[in-house]
């Protein structure tokens, strides 16, 4: 057992996202629950914080299906709200620091919350100032509390707090028996790469489901995890904070990215998971400290949302740690897929593992046939902890499922003789060429293999002669030379690719155009190719 892991049967499944804190106070109440800094909270600490932030929200007239949002960095208090929220009742739903005032004022526009907690400010910047400009344009008419400071406008979150000591008891408990596990808890926006966010709506029972079954699956029941991804992705909420949670482990918040802290603490043995992007792993393993830090307690690292370089993996080998993959996304919360324990080398840079236990997969070709072993298709999925429904989007919501009620996820999956899937691309970002389909995933994963690219983005442009071809954008590693890099990237294409899959044109640059959960922006990038032309 690694030094200050808790030792928890198994990860239970309870009826609602909000009864874990309870359940572990009652049941370990001294064990960590959060650490934030220098600061420390045991579960039964965690479960009072809670309760005192429900009652405050009841004082401020929450009701059942209300929205109550925040607006902060990777904080206790972002997800004590959240479970809140969560007991009474009401939808939570995060926004990002990163965020524009017209980003933020479109959330706030979609989702009307009542009640709206911002951290004050961050390494400089006004948070609440920048959310009170944002309810301005959006025309807001709720109420803005702040914490971590003071903001004209907006009233204290210790006053919330202090109104909130008049809910009695069995006020506090009448409300919360009547949430159901079916009820929505969650608002999780998806990227936008293809348009206008739409709001997935995410039950208590989705979450129960997903990370208890993801917690078992790894075995990492008890482990304290790093939170440091924003608060309106379903990798915080979710995998960073409630997969620890309901397997009775901690979280250790991180406001951003830093990667010596992450070494430090693991050196220490306070953190014994990493759940992250291939990006966060790879500065890891090229600081020279990682050659010399303790991973002797390190029980899982794990990525999604990209394949893994090769190199980064070898180096994470060394380490002699468990490794994994997954793959998810926003309406589908914890994995759609998982690498099995002790998966190869090859399993986990070129697959995104199985299908993960009880969620019913298929993968479809255009003419409706269920493909079999080898044949790509759209990844389907079926099961209750699938989005109930895109918020106030009905129509969007009757589109995104089958007639057998398979969500229709957009991304093209092949599974090959060992159910491991690979997946190819994105269904919507897919373009002929010369009347063959082309993924631009497949041809980015090619271009991100060679060692001198951070990231590609590819798009389909128009071609007189082709009806489309691809256009490639990268990101050269810092410390290379742009001169003929695309020179060298053509070539090596052209040993590892058809040559309707290969890019007729390739970009080097600095940097590309990015939405707020760090994909990039690919209509931002259409948008420019076009004014440029």
Same mark, same amino acid.
């Given at each position: 057992?690694?030094?200050?892991a808790?030792? =928890? ?50 004082a ?12 902060? =960095? ?30 933020l ?33 959006a025309?807001?008419? !709720?109420?803005?509390a ?9 009233? /204290?979150?210790?006053?919330? #707090? ?11 408990a ?11 808890? %969650? ?11 739409? !709001? ?80 966060? #792993? ?31 993996? %070898? ?14 996304m ?7 897929t998982?690498s099995?324990?002790?998966a190869?080398d090859?399993?986990?840079?070129? =697959? ?34 699938? #989005? ?55 041809i ?17 442009v128009?071609?007189? %002669? ?16 742009h001169? !003929? ?17 290969? /890019? ?20 931002? %990038? ?8």
């Amino acid at each position: 057992m690694p030094e200050g892991a808790t030792q =928890t049967a198994n990860a239970p499944m309870l009826r609602r996202i909000s009864d874990y804190p309870s359940h572990w106070a009652g049941r370990m109440p001294d064990a960590p629950a959060m650490f934030f800094g220098e600061h420390r909270w045991t579960f039964q600490q965690f479960s009072t914080e809670v309760d005192r932030y429900a009652r405050a929200l009841l004082a401020a007239g929450v009701q059942k299906g209300d929205r109550v949002s925040v607006l902060s =960095t990777p904080r206790p208090e972002f997800f004590v709200t959240f479970l809140a929220a969560a007991s009474i009742g009401a939808i939570w739903l995060g926004l990002n620091p990163r965020y524009t005032p017209r980003e933020l004022a479109r959330t706030l526009s979609d989702a009307n919350p009542s009640v709206v907690l911002a951290l004050a400010a961050f390494e400089g910047e006004n948070l609440a100032a920048r959310l009170a400009e944002a309810a301005a344009i959006a025309g807001f008419d !709720g109420r803005l509390a702040v914490f971590g400071g003071a903001q004209e406008g907006f009233e /204290p979150v210790d006053g919330l #707090l202090k109104a909130g000591e008049v809910i009695r008891d069995d006020e506090l408990a009448t409300r919360r028996a009547f949430v159901q596990p079916q009820d929505p808890v %969650l608002i999780v926006y998806t990227s936008g790469s293809t348009g206008v966010p739409k !709001g997935s709506l995410l039950t208590h029972f989705g979450l129960c489901h997903a990370y208890t079954t993801q917690t078992s699956h790894f075995d990492i029941a008890g482990a304290c995890i790093i939170c440091n991804m924003p608060i309106n992705h379903i990798g915080c909420v979710g995998d960073l904070c409630c997969a620890p949670m309901v397997g009775g482990g901690a979280i250790t918040f991180m406001e951003r990215f830093d990667a010596p802290e992450i070494l430090t603490l693991i050196d220490s043995g306070q953190v014994h998971c990493m759940l992250g992007v291939p990006t966060m #792993l790879q500065i890891l393993t090229e600081l020279p400290s990682f050659e010399t830090s303790d991973f002797s307690r390190v029980r899982l690292i794990c990525w999604g949302g990209a394949a893994l370089p090769y190199n980064v993996l %070898l180096k994470l080998r060394e380490k002699n740690v468990p490794l994994g993959v997954t793959y998810g996304m926003s309406e589908v919360p914890g994995s759609i897929t998982m690498s099995a324990l002790g998966a190869s080398d090859d399993d986990l840079t070129k =697959t995104v593992g199985r299908p993960t236990r009880s969620l019913d997969l298929r993968l479809v070709a255009d003419d409706g046939k269920v493909c079999e072993v080898g044949e790509e298709g759209e990844v389907r999925v079926r099961h209750p902890s699938v #989005l109930s429904s895109y918020f106030n989007r009905p129509q969007a919501t009757a589109e995104a499922f089958d007639d057998e009620g398979y969500f229709r996820t957009g991304d093209v999956g092949v599974l090959d003789a060992s159910n491991n899937m690979k997946l190819v691309g994105r269904k919507k970002e897919m373009f002929k060429s010369g009347g063959y389909n082309v993924y631009p995933r497949e041809i980015e994963l090619c271009l991100e293999q060679h060692p001198d690219v951070a990231l590609a983005a590819v798009i389909g442009v128009p071609d007189e %002669l082709y009806q489309e071809v691809g256009h490639a954008f990268v990101i050269a590693k810092s410390d290379v030379n742009h001169t !003929g890099l695309a020179e060298q990237l053509a070539a090596w294409c052209r040993e590892r690719l058809a040559n309707y899959k290969r /890019p007729k044109r390739i970009n080097v640059s600095s940097e590309l155009p990015l939405l707020p959960v760090g994909k990039v922006d690919k209509v931002e %990038l259409k948008r420019r190719l076009s004014n440029a032309g």
